[in-house]
């Protein structure tokens, strides 16, 4: 298995099929890009403080470190490419250029005209994922570029979120958007009950059926990347940092970002850490140690999902 819940050595593809009870078991994050390619049936996404519809011929373009989560609405066959920054070489600029459309969450459709295109050229990076020998990262690089190619020819994009049908999980929606306008603010499940308009009890149960976190899980997972953001653009003092971001205890801010990113505030921010940064931390560790220093999900990506 090359994909871990962090981190990839190369080019992943796996294809399977979900029943409409599965039940992602944890939402999670990871430091490399990821495709969501529906090929038959349905699924709802929670991801960057939006709900995203996929159903036939859809593909959910997911960055690296965006928080994301799945409920199958039916039975669902679905693809997924793992891949890295430098696995898009032969992309087009579209993709991976400074305004490049893998910078955000994006939901990209292909037209049933040209579907079987699409998933011939699957078929074949399933099967040089299969090979994997020194060639196949290449070969594997070369389909990637394909793909976009073909993303670029004939999908439509959508950076919206789906219309949704249910007030309460419109309601969730609004409250995530007013958790990242007020991060740094006094919040808790009571307030955010309150201005829903729903019991606490009720609220809680909504916002986990719908973002896959506990509430004060995703509150401190906004803070934490709004706090990575400042860290990396100010010369605020990590307690300033810390504040502003809405945790009243900078102690408590340390630990929480260390146990996220597997850095201190203050490595992070000295050496300008990028993902890549943090991947060679992280495999060092691992050589070193046996294990990682960075989080990791229970379960692999592939499998969670």
């Known amino acids: 298995m090359r994909a871990s819940d962090l981190n990839i050595d190369r080019i992943y593809i796996n294809k399977i099929t979900r029943e409409a009870d599965y039940k992602m078991s944890v939402n999670h994050f990871h430091y490399y890009y990821e495709i969501f390619y529906v090929e038959q049936g349905s699924c709802r996404f929670f991801i960057g403080g939006s709900l995203f519809d996929l159903k036939r011929g859809d593909f959910l373009v997911i960055p690296p470190r ?25 992309a087009p600029a579209s993709y991976t250029g400074p305004e490049g459309a893998l910078s955000v969450p994006l939901l990209v459709h292909f037209p049933g005209s040209c579907r079987s295109v699409i998933e011939e050229l699957f078929s074949a990076m399933l099967r040089e ?35 949704i049908s249910s007030d309460a999980d419109q309601t969730i929606l609004h409250i995530t958007e007013y958790i990242g306008a007020h991060y740094g603010e006094p919040l808790t499940l009571g307030s955010l009950a309150r201005i829903a308009g729903l019991s606490p009890s009720y609220f809680s149960r909504r916002f986990k059926i719908v973002t896959g976190m506990r509430t ?33 205890d900078s102690n408590y801010f340390k630990d929480s970002f260390r146990r996220t990113y597997g850095l201190s505030p203050r ?5 300008r850490f990028t993902d890549s940064h943090i991947l060679e931390i992280s495999r060092a560790g691992e050589k070193a140690s046996g294990k990682a220093d960075l989080p990791t999900s229970p379960l692999p990506p592939q499998d969670v999902k």
């Open 129 to 163: 994922d299969k090979v994997d020998d020194p060639i196949s990262g290449r070969v594997l690089r070369l389909q990637l570029g394909q793909f976009f190619l073909y993303a670029d020819r004939y999908g439509t994009r959508r950076r919206v979120s789906s219309p």
């Open 267 to 271: 490595a992070y921010r000295k050496n």
């Open 216 to 248: 004060m899980e995703y509150i401190n997972y906004i803070r934490l990347q709004k706090a990575s953001q400042e860290l990396l653009s100010t010369d605020h003092t990590i307690t300033e940092v810390a504040m502003h971001s809405g945790f009243s």
């Open 66 to 90: 965006e928080v994301h989560y799945n409920r199958y609405l039916t039975q669902c066959t679905r693809i997924n490419l793992y891949f890295r920054r430098e696995d898009l070489e032969t």
